[in-house]
């Protein structure tokens, strides 16, 4: 069982800049696409980016490309989201999400391919 716990979240003004990070507790990360989606008050959960196992591989969401880098330190069993040039439409709760075992560990961009996830951490951007 793998459970991710993300960190980091917080309140922060239009055009700053937050990093959040993952951590797993149970078993290791290793070998498998990692993800973090986001859910605004009254909207379906959306994914934002994702990383594979190896992290060489990389994909965004439109809406924050140029603007979110995901990482991860597969040492460390950690996930990291960079987000720059925050606006309020980026304004959620952002979850980490395991993905399931794939021979290729390729990033995922669907919300059903992920086995686990963490509890959220909120953040908000004022205007």
């Not at 979240?9 to 498998?32: K, M, N």
Request: proline content about 4%; glycine content about 12%.
């Amino acid at each position: 069982q793998v459970q991710p716990v993300e960190s980091g979240g917080g309140l922060v003004q239009t055009g700053g800049s937050l990093r959040l990070s993952c951590a797993a507790s149970g078993r290791t990360f290793s070998g498998l696409a990692m993800g973090w989606f986001r859910q605004a008050p009254g909207k379906e959960r959306e994914f934002v980016a994702s990383v594979s196992w190896s992290g060489v591989g990389t994909i965004y969401a439109d809406s924050v490309k140029g603007r979110f880098t995901i990482s991860r330190d597969n040492a460390k069993n950690t996930v990291s989201l960079q987000m720059n040039s925050l606006n309020p439409d980026d304004t959620a709760v952002y979850y980490c999400a395991v993905a399931s075992w794939t021979p290729t560990g390729t990033p995922s961009r669907i919300a059903n391919e992920y086995a686990y996830w963490g509890q959220g951490t909120q953040v908000t951007v004022s205007s």
